[in-house]
């Protein structure tokens, strides 16, 4: 790991015995918190089982931390999105807190408010991230919680959620056969330049059902693309499960839990995928890919890295063509698919639940 990259604040762990108290802050998007989570179940399995783990987060993304097996206690920061709300809201906290006497605190959001809080709780031992670091978000997670001195850490994909939270019920109550492959679709890039194109995810879908026929799609997440969803289903018909709006967030992660696959533009359900170990396929347009791609060896990233005018960042591309995504065409990203799954025949299937 290039740490040289990469400045991690920190006052490290000392003391010979285990800490007994933990808590770490990420307050950020839900994509951005979801990216804590595998690094943080890493470290809650190196320590022993009487050591407690929190963590504090904004109330508007806390669904799937709290319905993990992975902490003692969630702490949510109301306030939405308004940064006054969230600091009255914070100063509330600091009490309740303050009493649970957190031997370490692991700032991954450093910002105004995460500091307070640190601060305030006076640990013995602490970390900050770095936000402005070239590195991916996940590598300087990483990084932030080896800063406290326990030990080296990694990704665990193995996030299991408290309860099955009805994931078959609610697939076959909108279509799901209860037999066919699951996959993933999820045209959910925020603006045009991180978008592939609905015509693409129709296109990709037809070639992949002739090839692998016992499939269905699957759309879940928010009303913000509904439109994009009915669309597609419009041309899919029965092969595609629109889950739009019908989900929590830890609904739609135990459904992700069960494809054979996502192929997703940049997006918190992205982020959903990579951190659970699913083979994630990721299309990013004029995202930073070196600050938001996914890692593992089950990612593959088809990004504009090698372009002149890659990794923009603009909303609206300066060509009018969003061309750094549109040259990725329906049968060039199911061949690319294909090759990384390592499904070698035109004939092989893909079976319900898992890879062959």
Same mark, same amino acid.
């Given at each position: ?6 400045i ?18 990420r ?10 989570m ?6 809650k ?6 050591t ?22 969630v702490y949510?920061?109301?306030g ?20 649970n ?55 665990d ?19 799901w ?11 959910a890039?925020?603006?045009a ?12 879908a037809?070639?992949w ?6 499939t269905?799609?699957v ?8 439109e =994009? @969803?009915?669309? &597609?289903k +419009?041309?899919?018909?029965?092969? #595609?499960?629109?889950?739009? $709006?019908?989900?929590?967030a *830890? =609904? @739609?992660?135990? &459904?992700? +839990?069960?494809?054979?696959?996502? #192929?997703?533009?940049?997006? $918190?359900?992205m982020?959903? *995928? ?12 004029s995202t930073?890919s ?10 593959l990233?088809?990004?504009s ?8 960042m603009?909303a ?13 065409t ?8 294909a ?11 893909l ?6």
């Amino acid at each position: 790991m290039a740490a040289e990259t990469s400045i991690i604040i920190s006052k490290p762990w000392r003391k010979k015995s285990p800490p007994r108290r933990i808590l770490a802050i990420r307050l950020q998007a839900m994509g951005d918190t979801i990216i804590t989570m595998p690094y943080l179940l890493a470290l809650k399995k190196s320590l022993p089982a009487n050591t407690r783990l929190d963590f504090l987060t904004r109330e508007e993304v806390a669904d799937i931390p709290k319905n993990l097996k992975l902490f003692n206690k969630v702490y949510c920061l109301k306030g939405g999105r308004d940064f006054k709300r969230q600091y009255l809201f914070a100063c509330l906290l600091l009490t309740k807190l303050f009493l649970n006497r957190y031997n370490i605190v692991i700032d991954l959001q450093n910002n105004p408010l995460s500091r307070l809080v640190r601060k305030c709780m006076m640990p013995a031992a602490w970390s900050e991230f770095d936000r402005f670091s070239p590195l991916p978000a996940g590598e300087r997670t990483c990084m932030t919680i080896e800063a406290i001195g326990l030990g080296e850490n990694f990704i665990d994909t193995q996030l299991v959620l408290k309860t099955a939270h009805r994931t078959d019920e609610i697939l076959k109550e909108n279509g799901w056969d209860g037999e066919s492959g699951l996959v993933v679709l999820n045209p959910a890039g925020a603006f045009a330049t991180r978008n592939w194109g609905l015509d693409n995810y129709v296109a990709f879908a037809n070639l992949w059902l002739a090839r692998f026929p016992s499939t269905q799609f699957v759309i879940p997440g928010t009303i913000v693309i509904a439109e =994009q @969803a009915a669309y &597609i289903k +419009q041309l899919l018909g029965s092969s #595609l499960i629109n889950l739009v $709006g019908k989900t929590s967030a *830890a =609904q @739609a992660f135990a &459904i992700i +839990q069960k494809a054979q696959f996502v #192929l997703s533009e940049d997006s $918190g359900l992205m982020h959903m *995928a990579w951190v659970s170990g699913v083979p994630t396929i990721a299309l990013f347009g004029s995202t930073r890919s070196d600050w938001s791609r996914p890692l593992g060896e089950n990612s593959l990233l088809l990004c504009s890295d090698d372009l002149p005018c890659g990794n923009c960042m603009l909303a609206i591309c300066k060509y009018g063509d969003v061309h750094c995504l549109t040259r990725y065409t329906a049968r060039f990203v199911m061949e690319k698919i294909a090759a990384f799954l390592q499904l070698e025949t035109p004939v092989q299937k893909l079976k319900g639940g898992g890879l062959p």
